[in-house]
């Protein structure tokens, strides 16, 4: 066996399963009395955008923006494009586009909202008080924290003019059906993008105890907006959302399940250990070596040959300077220490949408030789855990993984193999 194809191929399988017409197909609302107007938002929403057009039978327009490079073309919805993870002035930009194009509807007008992650950051929207600066402040003490996506989400909410449900309030009286693919650990939809059509009951009360649960260090003026009253988003029992549904059409759970299937048709058991992990991604590395190596030496929990899938969403507290990388290598880096000598363990770990942080891969491979090839180059894997330099770590010994954007995203995918 290839154990990179096999690997690559289990990759393919997940993202196949989130593709933007297989995940639309089955969920499109009825033609409404009036107008249908399509908003989209994140890095898959160009291509849920022109699968929306090629499946609706019926007249529309709309706007969605998805992040640098990741446009494709639409034939009656505007694609605009902005920066992704920390958000610039293309971003304000597009969200004045999406409010325009949601003036003057009426209640026979229908509003189809394609949700997907990373439209916290490709939608900024400071309030009165705030500039695109603050929120840029925002989005990056937030990255750096370590918090889990639903904390960090909670937060942006209140320092917004668009998240937590007000676009959706800006449609009313219209008509919102929210398709989301969810790339949030327990696919709650009011996470996804910071629920900009899916208000969440949770209050700048609790967002305040988050920033002091997590130790996030936030300018004065944020703050104290957060504080205020006008940070108060609308509540789910608002009448303007009464008539509005909100469909899960892709999740980590679906991608994960069409791998492991995928590996069970080659002949290799699958064991899905959970669609939700949340935590310090070298952490999550450091467990999920743990578990590999107990298989490997003992055949517990699982006997060898076994590929064990895992999905969610981990975090990476910056600790050093100069480094590269995002969680996925992060994490792969922790593992590739962890198994390091332990010869029949291979793994692939990659974010669904194609990119991994804020270069242009989606992940990497490591295997049981990976951590001794890095002592080769003269550095050793903890030394580059300790600046964040997973990236450097795994181009420096031809392990990078690069796909290229894929048109959806459900977020982190992990693919251990061991063999007998």
């Known amino acids: 066996m290839d154990h990179r194809n096999f690997l690559t191929g289990l990759f393919e399988a997940a993202v196949a399963a989130a593709d ?8 499109l609302p009825e033609k409404p009395k009036g107008r249908t107007v399509v908003v989209g938002l994140g890095k898959g929403a160009a291509q849920l955008a022109a699968a929306f057009e090629d499946l609706w039978d019926g007249p529309l327009t709309g706007v969605v923006v998805t992040r ?5 073309p639409c034939r009656s919805v505007s694609v605009l494009e902005a920066a992704h993870p920390v958000p ?13 194009a949601v003036e003057g509807l009426t ?3 229908l509003v189809v909202a394609l949700v997907c992650g990373g439209g916290s950051a490709l939608l900024p929207a400071p309030p009165a008080g705030l500039t695109l600066e603050d929120e840029q402040a925002l989005n990056r003490a937030l990255l750096a924290s370590g918090a889990p996506i639903g904390v960090m989400n909670a937060i ?20 919102v059906v929210s398709l989301v693919v969810s790339d949030v650990p327990g696919d709650d939809p009011a996470q996804v993008a910071s629920g ?8 700048a009360d609790a967002a305040l105890r988050m920033i002091a649960a997590w130790n996030i260090s936030l300018p004065a003026n944020i703050l104290a907006h957060i504080r205020s009253e006008a940070s108060r988003a609308p509540h789910p029992s608002d009448a303007c959302f009464a008539r509005n549904e909100v469909r899960v059409v892709a999740s980590a759970r679906l991608s994960l399940e069409a791998a492991a299937r995928k590996a069970e048709a080659e002949g290799i058991p699958a064991a899905i250990l959970s669609d939700s992990i949340e935590g310090e991604a070298r952490d999550v590395g450091f467990v999920h070596a743990a578990v590999a190596r107990e298989i490997a030496a003992r055949g517990r929990p699982f006997a060898a040959p076994v ?3 895992s999905g969610g969403e981990t975090t990476v507290t910056l600790r050093g300077k100069g480094g590269r990388g995002g969680r996925n290598t992060e994490f792969l880096l922790a593992f590739a220490h962890g198994i390091d000598g332990v010869a029949t363990v291979q793994a692939l770990a990659a974010d669904t ?3 991994d942080g804020s270069e242009d891969n989606a992940g990497a491979f490591a295997d049981g030789g990976t951590a001794a090839a890095l002592r080769a180059t003269g550095e050793d894997a903890m030394t580059r855990l300790g600046r964040n330099d997973a990236w450097g770590a795994f181009d420096a010994v031809g392990a990078i993984f690069a796909p290229g954007p894929t048109g959806t995203n459900v977020n982190d995918f992990r693919a251990v193999l061991i063999t007998a």
């Open 156 to 175: 942006r909410k209140h320092a917004s003019d668009i998240k937590g449900g007000r676009l959706a309030a800006a449609c009313a009286p219209a008509r």
């Open 107 to 109: 209640e026979d007008d």
């Open 88 to 100: 610039d002035a293309a971003g304000l930009e597009a969200t004045q586009a999406l409010f325009a």
């Open 196 to 203: 900009p059509t899916v208000p969440d009951a949770v209050d």
């Open 20 to 27: 933007p017409r297989v995940a639309l197909a089955g969920a």
């Open 353 to 355: 949408d194609g990119i």
């Open 68 to 72: 640098y490079g990741y446009a494709t």
């Open 307 to 309: 590929v064990l899938l």
